[in-house]
């Protein structure tokens, strides 16, 4: 057996360049279907363990998977905000607890995720090293951020600007990072954590400046009565806090109105829930309260639908080139006739060469099954950032 | 003794008989944001709860400036007991869980007074704003004192309902005394007929309000002799609120008395209590407060 083997192996040794080719395409049509099948799995286990760990959430009616990609994962794709007011509803409602989220601003590529530190433990989300935020202006931040940036606790973290024409606008606010989580192989590892609040000052919505009853210089101080001081834009705003300008730190209005995106609603119990979600089905509203689960289910169902047609293409594709194979190899063995005459005239039987040429696709397609098993060890390497580029940049 | 207080007694009592069969729960951990939250923690949850009060003694709660290590201890409390009205002007600086935080005056959060020093300011962004605030020391009105006493019986019941009984049974004394102060402090209103009076510092509007004083507030310290600029503006204050009576968070210097004695005004202390007391404890401290501005009514200074 094993000299039938060494003949083989001589033969398609010979011949690399056929060898190589039949290789690729064989391991082609086998890695295309398993290679699609694998990152749909992925995105399907990835997608749904978050939602389904996440029971509902709130966010303002409109497009319910921008409001899910947005809170879930942090995407891109912006909801209309909603007011700190429906965290206070929910949570006196006595139904569920409210975790509420604000993600709309970023650090470089990173989302800066403003929150209550209630999320740490809804997500389970240990610190690898530091604390959590405390003080305005504190961050947290997740495993990735600080390997690619190579960050560490009490180092300083800075928000990107909205806009970068937009010169009046509000200034970066530098952070100060107290704690690195661990490792949770999620979204939360790419992400920046802060106190809600500091999210808020990002936004402009709170500021620390110099003391407006303190300023002198005319540049500065435009006008001052008994109830009014107006300085111009030239009074000195501070885009880091620390011990000494913290006091300073205000914010204006009303802090019930101030922004979110959603609020994470954790019911108390399954009957909590669905009365709960009762009192957001009125088309009056202008929040909805939807089950995560759902939408990424719908979600799911709208790709697998794809993957179907995918699936008949690449069937389609995988027939053609095995026909073509096939082709290659007939073609091949009415060469090789003169060749096979020779081996019969040396006294070996028809077994014997039929064993030969099994011999020789038993090697090309172990080494296509091999290419194709080194490939999908590579994808399983780089599928997480696949799937999370896929669906939610 | 009212009649629900008649019925609830016995059924707390029956029920403490009942709870203390059961395995005891982990003692409740509690800070609070000030002294009179403190002493309600502390009357009601008893042995149950371990109450903290975070800030040193000897500064004003209200404007304590809590470090990264003292909002990480309050981060791991079990409860959070806020006065609310802008009290805890440290609050929107830190970080909290949102989950443990109770507002204990949000039952009257609509009776909160608005404070009438407020200049707005505009320096282009964000328009015109102020840094508003309200009158926050709520406990000096002790209707609304028994309210933020019952919030707090409320939350700690919430936590352990297991101790609902026990709790019970410590807060409907408290409630007492502090509906009688409410009363006593009514009638001496009502027997000042209107004098006026003066207060040292601004932190006595609610109980102005309550109990119907003619009390105007100056901004003096009790242990610093007021400028010559101070005495002038308060001899303009007298021509207008002629007052024989002005009260002091704490025993003023006797210098200051002594020139206070000298323009007709006599010193008496009503002590808002809103760090912990040397001696006693927030309701000897409140019912010596409310002795002595009862005292007013019977004495007339010379």
Not at chain 1, 67 to 93: C, G, T, W
Not at chain 1, 220 to 229: H, Q, Y
Not at chain 2, 87 to 110: C, E, G, H, M, Q
């Amino acid at each position: 057996m094993n000299d039938i083997f060494y003949l083989a192996w001589r033969y398609i040794s010979f011949n690399r360049f056929k060898t190589l080719t039949l290789v690729t395409c064989i391991a082609l049509i086998l890695f295309l279907p398993l290679a699609l099948k694998m990152l749909l799995m992925k995105s399907e286990q990835q997608l749904m363990s978050r939602a389904v760990s996440t029971p509902l959430l709130l966010g303002a009616r409109g497009n319910s998977l921008d409001l899910v990609m947005n809170s879930l994962y942090f995407a891109d794709e912006r909801p209309d905000s909603i007011k700190m007011q429906s965290v206070e509803d929910i949570y006196h409602s006595g139904m569920a607890l409210p975790i509420p989220l604000y993600a709309r601003f970023k650090s470089g590529d990173h989302p800066i995720v403003g929150t209550s530190l209630d999320y740490f433990d809804f997500r389970q989300l240990e610190l690898s090293s530091g604390r959590l935020f405390a003080m305005l202006g504190e961050c947290v931040i997740g495993a990735e951020v600080a390997e690619r940036l190579g960050l560490s606790t009490g180092d300083k973290i800075l928000s990107s600007p909205e806009n970068l024409f937009d010169l009046a606008g509000v200034y970066p606010l530098k952070m100060t990072i107290t704690g690195i989580l661990k490792k949770s192989y999620s979204v939360d590892d790419k992400s920046v954590f802060v106190d809600l609040k500091t999210a808020w000052v990002i936004q402009g919505l709170g500021h620390g400046h110099q003391d407006v009853n303190t300023i002198t210089d005319n540049e500065t101080l435009l006008n001052r009565n008994k109830n009014s001081v107006t300085t111009s834009a030239k009074i000195k705003q501070y885009t880091e806090i620390d011990g000494n300008n913290l006091d300073s730190f205000h914010f204006h209005g009303n802090p019930s109105i101030y922004p979110l995106t959603a609020i994470i609603a954790v019911p108390t119990e399954n009957k909590s829930a669905t009365i709960l979600r009762g009192r957001y089905l009125s088309s009056e509203q202008t929040e909805q309260l939807v089950r995560p689960q759902d939408v990424i289910s719908d979600l799911l169902n709208t790709i697998f639908k794809m993957k179907s047609f995918i699936d008949a293409v690449v069937f389609i594709v995988a027939l053609a080139m095995l026909l073509a194979i096939c082709l290659v190899f007939s073609l091949s063995y009415r060469l090789r006739k003169n060749e096979i005459n020779t081996i019969f005239h040396l006294g070996c039987s028809q077994g014997t060469v039929i064993q030969l040429i099994a011999a020789e696709i038993s090697i090309i397609l172990l080494f296509s099954a091999g290419l194709c098993a080194l490939g999908l060890l590579a994808l399983q390497h780089v599928q997480s950032g696949i799937v999370l580029r896929l669906f939610v940049s | 003794m009212n009649l629900l207080q008649r019925i609830l007694l016995p059924i707390a009592m029956a029920g403490s008989l009942f709870s203390s069969q059961l395995p005891a729960a982990p003692t409740l951990q509690v800070a609070t944001v000030n002294y009179p939250l403190h002493y309600f923690a502390q009357t009601i949850a008893g042995p149950h709860a371990d109450i903290l009060l975070p800030m040193p003694a000897d500064i004003d709660p209200a404007y304590w400036s809590p470090t990264a290590e003292n909002v990480g201890q309050l981060q791991q409390m079990d409860l959070i007991l806020l006065n609310g009205a802008y009290y805890a002007k440290w609050l929107p600086k830190v970080s909290l869980p949102i989950f443990k935080l109770v507002n204990t005056s949000s039952d009257f959060r609509n009776a909160y007074i608005p404070l009438e020093e407020d200049v707005t300011h505009n320096h282009g962004s964000g328009g015109e704003h102020s840094h508003k605030g309200t009158a926050f020391t709520t406990w000096l009105d002790f209707s609304q004192a028994a309210l933020q006493a019952k919030s707090v019986y409320k939350a700690l019941a919430k936590k352990r309902p297991k101790y609902k009984a026990d709790f019970v049974k410590k807060f409907i004394p408290l409630q007492d005394a502090l509906q009688q102060l409410d009363s006593s402090l009514k009638q001496t209103g009502e027997a000042l007929q209107g004098a006026p009076l003066i207060g040292s510092h601004p932190v006595y509007q609610y109980l102005k309000r309550a109990y119907q004083l003619n009390l105007k507030s100056v901004h003096w310290e009790p242990g610093t002799f007021p400028d010559d600029q101070q005495w002038q503006a308060f001899a303009t204050l007298l021509q207008t609120h002629p007052a024989k009576w002005m009260l002091w968070e704490n025993h003023p210097n006797e210098k200051t008395v002594a020139k206070l004695q000298s323009l007709g005004v006599q010193s008496i202390v009503f002590n808002p209590a809103g760090n912990r007391p040397e001696s006693g404890d927030f309701l000897t401290i409140m019912q010596d407060n409310a002795q002595r501005l009862k005292s007013i009514t019977s004495s007339s200074p010379e």
